[in-house]
């Protein structure tokens, strides 16, 4: 399936949603494509490679109705990624690296029903959008499922964070309780 867009699937900043992503083996192998590009790019440059594979991690989603699916897809991705960066650089990624992966894992790889566009809780499902610039800045959009469903995409943002420089984000989410999107009055924060 993924050869039909050999060359979307290998470029970084193509976004991926898969709407019923079980444990995240279709997920896995787009991210193997975009590691592959993101390893040739680095070289032996560790420090580019975080940068690289942060961007390929945020443009890859994922929704399913199983808790334990969920979990088991984003850590699928993380120790995909982990192994080969270990394997080629002989150390761990940054604590900066890894908090970000992981932060990113759990805004793009939700439990939620894509059908009805609503979390188990039933609220509504909120995608978050990461957008880097070319001076290391990120901006983050917040945006309601199913008005991209309805929209094909082509829908304005709940909200627009202000830019941040992209090593901060793990910064944000340590501060107060931990940074979530909705609360559980179903606010956006």
Same mark, same amino acid.
């Given at each position: 399936?993924?050869?039909?867009?050999?060359?979307?699937?290998?470029?970084?900043?193509?976004?991926?949603?898969?709407?019923?992503?079980?444990?995240?083996?279709?997920?896995a192998?787009?991210?193997?494509?975009?590691?592959?590009?993101?390893f040739?790019?680095?070289?032996?440059?560790?420090?580019?490679?975080?940068?690289?594979?942060?961007?390929?991690?945020?443009?890859?989603?994922?929704?399913?109705?199983?808790a334990d699916?969920?979990?088991?897809?984003?850590?699928?991705?993380? %120790?995909?990624?982990? +192994?080969?960066? #270990?394997?080629?650089?002989?150390?761990?990624? *940054?604590?900066?690296? =890894?908090? &970000?992966?992981?932060?990113?894992?759990?805004? %793009?790889?939700?439990? +939620?029903?894509? #059908?009805?566009?609503?979390?188990?809780?039933? *609220?509504?499902?909120? =995608?978050? &959008?990461?957008?880097?610039?070319?001076?290391?800045?990120l901006?983050?959009?917040?945006f309601?499922?199913?008005?991209?469903?309805?929209s094909?995409?082509?829908?304005k943002?709940?909200?627009?964070?202000p830019k941040i420089?992209y090593?901060?984000?793990?910064?944000?989410?340590?501060?107060?309780?931990?940074?979530?999107?909705?609360?559980?009055?179903g606010?956006?924060?």
């Amino acid at each position: 399936m993924l050869d039909l867009v050999r060359k979307e699937a290998k470029r970084i900043d193509s976004t991926f949603l898969e709407p019923a992503c079980g444990n995240g083996a279709f997920l896995a192998e787009i991210l193997r494509r975009k590691l592959n590009t993101v390893f040739r790019m680095a070289g032996m440059n560790d420090a580019d490679c975080e940068y690289w594979a942060t961007r390929a991690f945020s443009t890859i989603y994922g929704i399913d109705i199983m808790a334990d699916n969920i979990a088991e897809a984003r850590e699928r991705l993380f %120790n995909d990624f982990f +192994a080969r960066f #270990l394997n080629r650089y002989k150390h761990q990624p *940054t604590h900066i690296c =890894m908090d &970000s992966i992981r932060f990113i894992l759990s805004q %793009n790889i939700q439990q +939620a029903d894509s #059908l009805t566009c609503k979390t188990g809780g039933g *609220t509504d499902l909120i =995608m978050t &959008s990461w957008v880097f610039d070319e001076n290391d800045g990120l901006t983050i959009g917040l945006f309601r499922y199913a008005d991209m469903v309805r929209s094909g995409c082509s829908c304005k943002p709940l909200r627009v964070l202000p830019k941040i420089p992209y090593m901060m984000l793990p910064a944000i989410f340590r501060s107060d309780e931990c940074w979530t999107w909705q609360t559980s009055h179903g606010r956006i924060i």
